[in-house]
């Protein structure tokens, strides 16, 4: 008779509750690929902001310029800064807002276009007068360039290394290695290789140990999230119900009043006649 191999435990999603195997769920959050966010730029004003990774969009529009063009139709381009984003109108959103902060534009320090207002509160520009465009990109090339000196800092220690590398005294390559054959540094570099493979190995498997614990505790967090999520909807349901029997207990009361108020009525006329 065939053994049947029991099935994989599933875990909940912490969005949208449906269960998934725990590999299919992303790190840290436990979000199925449905419910992960990715951050994308919009095609309109260039603002970002968060879509799923999963929703097929033919056109990406943040929610303001969505209704906008749901509104007032297809955009056209600012007089400002150039970008295809005014809706129903001569200037687009971004604009018309920082004209009436700020004043009227300047020019932009790169592009040049006459679409530049007044950020001097922003320290990241470091002075510059720059149209929105510019300082997405400026933005952009100064997070890069903060990124390359830690690099080339550790460049900078290799070279220093290699070339504080004791050279050759110019004896002859065949004698030193000759002298090395017999060397006992040999036999010592050996036992020390060992040991180091030896570590290395030990320290492995404390790596993978230190995963699967990792792992476990994921998965604990994963069935406590999804445990909390279940005892709260039941929780819900519980208060709906017992909402929902005390209206209809309100409502039987009230109904036997109306009808002992009409026969208190009934009699009152009858002790009268």
């Given amino acids: 008779m065939a053994q049947v191999l029991p099935s994989k435990p599933l875990f909940a999603c912490t969005k949208c509750s449906r269960r998934f195997r725990f590999e299919e769920l992303s790190k840290g959050d436990h979000l199925c690929k449905e419910c992960q966010n990715v951050r994308v730029n919009c095609k309109y004003c260039l603002s970002r902001f968060e879509i799923p990774v999963l929703k097929e969009q033919v056109e990406i ?13 297809a955009p056209k381009p600012c007089a400002h800064c150039q970008l295809n984003a005014a809706f129903g109108g001569t200037f687009c959103q971004r604009c018309s807002k920082s004209e009436k902060k700020h004043g009227p534009p300047t020019s932009c320090e790169l592009c040049g276009l006459k679409c530049a207002f007044d950020r001097s509160h922003d320290k990241k520009l470091s002075g510059k007068r720059l149209c929105w465009k510019c300082t997405l990109s400026f933005k952009k090339d100064l997070l890069v360039n903060q990124k390359k000196p830690a690099e080339t800092s550790t460049a900078q ?17 065949q004698k030193r290695v000759q002298q090395d054959l017999f060397s006992p540094r040999i036999f010592l570099g050996g036992q020390e290789s060992s040991a180091l493979r030896d570590q290395i190995s030990d320290l492995k498997r404390l790596i993978a140990q230190k995963e699967q614990a990792l792992m476990e505790k994921d998965k604990q967090i994963a069935e406590l999230k999804a445990s909390m999520l279940d005892t ?38 009858n002790k009268r006649s």
Avoid: F, W
């Fill in 157 to 173: 220690k290799l070279d220093l290394k290699r070339r504080t590398k004791p050279q050759s005294n110019g004896e002859p390559q």
């Fill in 232 to 269: 709260e909807k039941m929780y819900r349901q519980k208060i709906s119900t017992m909402q929902q029997q005390h209206k209809e207990t309100v409502d039987e009361l009230q109904n036997k009043i109306r009808d002992l108020q009409r026969q208190v009525a009934t009699l009152s006329k």
């Fill in 61 to 73: 529009a943040c929610l303001s310029c969505a209704t906008n063009k749901k509104n007032c139709g």
